[in-house]
Protein backbone atom coordinates (compact mmCIF):
# COMPACT_ATOMS: atom_id res chain seq x y z
CA UNK A 1 0.00 0.00 0.00
CA UNK A 2 1.72 3.29 -1.09
CA UNK A 3 1.68 6.54 1.24
CA UNK A 4 -1.49 7.60 -0.45
CA UNK A 5 -3.54 4.55 -0.03
CA UNK A 6 -2.57 4.39 3.52
CA UNK A 7 -3.68 8.19 4.32
CA UNK A 8 -7.13 8.13 2.96
CA UNK A 9 -7.66 4.40 4.33
CA UNK A 10 -6.83 6.00 7.64
CA UNK A 11 -8.81 9.22 7.06
CA UNK A 12 -11.84 8.21 5.67
CA UNK A 13 -13.33 6.22 8.56
CA UNK A 14 -12.65 9.01 10.42
CA UNK A 15 -14.47 11.54 8.82
CA UNK A 16 -17.50 13.01 10.73
CA UNK A 17 -20.93 11.22 9.87
CA UNK A 18 -22.03 14.94 7.85
CA UNK A 19 -18.91 14.03 5.30
CA UNK A 20 -19.72 10.96 4.16
CA UNK A 21 -22.00 11.51 1.69
CA UNK A 22 -20.07 14.17 0.01
CA UNK A 23 -17.14 12.61 0.19
CA UNK A 24 -18.62 9.26 -1.86
CA UNK A 25 -19.00 12.72 -4.86
CA UNK A 26 -15.83 13.59 -4.77
CA UNK A 27 -13.61 12.65 -8.43
CA UNK A 28 -9.92 12.88 -9.14
CA UNK A 29 -8.67 15.73 -11.20
CA UNK A 30 -8.39 15.43 -14.83
CA UNK A 31 -5.17 13.67 -16.64
CA UNK A 32 -5.32 17.52 -18.78
CA UNK A 33 -5.11 18.97 -15.11
CA UNK A 34 -2.36 17.38 -13.70
CA UNK A 35 -0.16 17.86 -16.52
CA UNK A 36 -0.64 21.63 -16.51
CA UNK A 37 0.37 20.95 -12.81
CA UNK A 38 3.46 18.98 -13.56
CA UNK A 39 4.11 21.70 -16.89
CA UNK A 40 3.97 24.55 -14.29
CA UNK A 41 5.68 22.71 -10.70
CA UNK A 42 7.88 19.96 -12.34
CA UNK A 43 9.21 19.07 -8.76
CA UNK A 44 5.49 19.04 -7.47
CA UNK A 45 5.82 15.37 -5.70
CA UNK A 46 4.12 12.05 -6.65
CA UNK A 47 1.70 11.78 -3.79
CA UNK A 48 0.55 15.17 -4.15
CA UNK A 49 -0.27 14.23 -7.91
CA UNK A 50 -1.81 10.77 -6.89
CA UNK A 51 -3.81 13.01 -4.03
CA UNK A 52 -5.43 14.94 -6.33
CA UNK A 53 -6.09 11.83 -8.57
CA UNK A 54 -8.45 10.24 -6.49
CA UNK A 55 -9.63 13.55 -5.06
CA UNK A 56 -9.37 16.99 -6.81
CA UNK A 57 -10.12 19.14 -3.98
CA UNK A 58 -12.58 19.55 -0.87
CA UNK A 59 -12.85 23.23 -0.48
CA UNK A 60 -15.76 24.32 -1.77
CA UNK A 61 -15.77 22.19 -4.57
CA UNK A 62 -18.19 21.86 -7.23
CA UNK A 63 -18.51 18.03 -8.70
CA UNK A 64 -20.90 16.62 -10.88
CA UNK A 65 -23.35 15.33 -7.98
CA UNK A 66 -22.93 18.08 -5.90
CA UNK A 67 -20.35 20.44 -3.81
CA UNK A 68 -17.98 19.18 -1.31
CA UNK A 69 -16.90 20.93 1.67
CA UNK A 70 -14.41 18.21 3.46
CA UNK A 71 -12.03 19.25 5.97
CA UNK A 72 -9.19 17.05 5.13
CA UNK A 73 -5.71 17.75 6.26
CA UNK A 74 -3.96 19.28 9.38
CA UNK A 75 -0.71 21.12 10.10
CA UNK A 76 1.38 21.82 13.02
CA UNK A 77 -1.64 23.74 14.82
CA UNK A 78 -2.89 21.42 17.09
CA UNK A 79 -6.45 20.15 15.94
CA UNK A 80 -7.07 22.61 13.09
CA UNK A 81 -8.44 21.28 9.89
CA UNK A 82 -7.36 22.48 6.31
CA UNK A 83 -9.05 21.72 2.83
CA UNK A 84 -7.43 20.30 -0.08
CA UNK A 85 -7.27 22.89 -3.16
CA UNK A 86 -8.43 21.73 -6.76
CA UNK A 87 -5.86 21.71 -9.31
CA UNK A 88 -7.93 25.34 -10.21
CA UNK A 89 -8.19 26.45 -7.33
CA UNK A 90 -3.90 26.03 -6.86
CA UNK A 91 -3.76 27.78 -10.24
CA UNK A 92 -6.56 30.84 -8.87
CA UNK A 93 -4.10 30.81 -5.73
CA UNK A 94 -1.22 31.19 -7.98
CA UNK A 95 -2.26 33.82 -10.36
CA UNK A 96 -4.03 35.93 -7.37
CA UNK A 97 -0.59 37.67 -5.71
CA UNK A 98 2.78 37.60 -6.94
CA UNK A 99 4.30 39.63 -3.84
CA UNK A 100 7.31 38.37 -1.79
CA UNK A 101 7.07 37.99 1.69
CA UNK A 102 9.50 41.16 1.74
CA UNK A 103 7.47 43.34 0.03
CA UNK A 104 4.43 42.17 2.32
CA UNK A 105 6.19 42.72 5.26
CA UNK A 106 8.85 45.08 4.43
CA UNK A 107 9.94 46.62 7.88
CA UNK A 108 8.47 44.20 10.01
CA UNK A 109 10.88 41.46 8.56
CA UNK A 110 13.51 42.80 10.79
CA UNK A 111 11.41 44.07 13.53
CA UNK A 112 10.25 40.56 13.86
CA UNK A 113 12.00 38.20 12.78
CA UNK A 114 9.46 35.37 14.15
CA UNK A 115 7.33 35.83 11.17
CA UNK A 116 10.10 34.19 9.10
CA UNK A 117 11.24 30.59 9.72
CA UNK A 118 14.33 29.52 8.50
CA UNK A 119 14.57 27.31 5.16
CA UNK A 120 12.18 30.28 3.64
CA UNK A 121 13.43 32.82 0.75
CA UNK A 122 11.52 36.10 2.13
CA UNK A 123 12.50 37.34 -2.00
CA UNK A 124 10.49 34.61 -3.52
CA UNK A 125 7.37 35.62 -5.35
CA UNK A 126 4.54 34.16 -3.74
CA UNK A 127 3.07 32.99 -6.60
CA UNK A 128 6.73 30.43 -7.29
CA UNK A 129 4.87 28.44 -4.55
CA UNK A 130 2.08 25.75 -4.59
CA UNK A 131 -0.54 26.52 -2.52
CA UNK A 132 -2.38 23.12 -1.61
CA UNK A 133 -4.68 23.87 0.95
CA UNK A 134 -6.67 26.77 2.72
CA UNK A 135 -7.71 26.30 6.67
CA UNK A 136 -11.12 26.37 8.01
CA UNK A 137 -11.46 30.11 7.74
CA UNK A 138 -10.97 29.92 4.18
CA UNK A 139 -7.77 30.57 3.78
CA UNK A 140 -7.59 33.76 6.08
CA UNK A 141 -6.02 32.47 9.00
CA UNK A 142 -3.50 29.62 7.52
CA UNK A 143 -2.61 28.06 4.27
CA UNK A 144 -0.04 25.77 3.44
CA UNK A 145 2.33 25.58 0.44
CA UNK A 146 4.66 23.28 -1.51
CA UNK A 147 8.32 25.13 -1.74
CA UNK A 148 10.66 24.39 -4.61
CA UNK A 149 12.73 27.40 -4.23
CA UNK A 150 14.07 26.97 -0.49
CA UNK A 151 16.57 29.30 1.03
CA UNK A 152 19.47 27.89 2.43
CA UNK A 153 18.81 25.66 5.18
CA UNK A 154 15.42 24.46 3.83
CA UNK A 155 14.62 21.20 1.66
CA UNK A 156 13.00 21.41 -2.40
CA UNK A 157 9.31 20.50 -1.81
CA UNK A 158 9.10 21.65 1.92
CA UNK A 159 5.96 22.42 3.33
CA UNK A 160 5.56 26.05 4.64
CA UNK A 161 2.36 26.81 6.60
CA UNK A 162 1.92 29.95 6.75
CA UNK A 163 -0.78 31.57 9.84
CA UNK A 164 -1.95 35.09 10.52
CA UNK A 165 -2.67 36.83 13.84
CA UNK A 166 0.35 36.81 14.78
CA UNK A 167 1.59 36.69 11.02
CA UNK A 168 4.63 33.68 10.38
CA UNK A 169 5.80 31.59 7.85
CA UNK A 170 7.10 28.25 9.17
CA UNK A 171 8.61 24.88 7.57
CA UNK A 172 6.41 22.02 8.98
CA UNK A 173 7.77 19.13 6.88
CA UNK A 174 10.82 18.47 5.05
CA UNK A 175 8.62 17.29 1.89
CA UNK A 176 4.82 16.29 0.89
CA UNK A 177 5.56 12.71 1.80
CA UNK A 178 6.78 13.39 5.28
CA UNK A 179 3.85 16.10 5.71
CA UNK A 180 1.14 12.90 4.84
CA UNK A 181 3.24 10.63 6.88
CA UNK A 182 2.87 13.55 10.09
CA UNK A 183 -0.82 13.17 9.91
CA UNK A 184 -0.90 9.67 9.69
CA UNK A 185 1.62 9.47 12.65
CA UNK A 186 -0.84 11.88 14.69
CA UNK A 187 -3.71 9.77 14.44
CA UNK A 188 -5.33 12.29 12.06
CA UNK A 189 -5.53 14.87 15.15
CA UNK A 190 -7.27 17.36 12.68
CA UNK A 191 -10.62 15.64 12.65
CA UNK A 192 -13.13 16.67 15.21
CA UNK A 193 -14.53 12.85 16.00
CA UNK A 194 -17.44 14.28 18.10
CA UNK A 195 -19.68 15.60 15.11
Known sequence: MNLVDRFLSGLIPRLPEDDAPQWAWTEGASDADLQRLRAQWPQVPASLVELLSRVDGTHFRQYPKGEVCVLMLGSDVGDYPYYL??????????????????????????????????????????SRRLCFSHCMNNGGTSM??????????????????????????????????????????RDYAFINEDE
Open 85 to 126: RSVAQIFEDQQQWDDSIRSIYEEWLDEEPEILGAGIDADLPM
Open 144 to 185: LYLDFDPAPGGSVGQVVRYLHDPDSYAVIAPSFDAYLQQLID
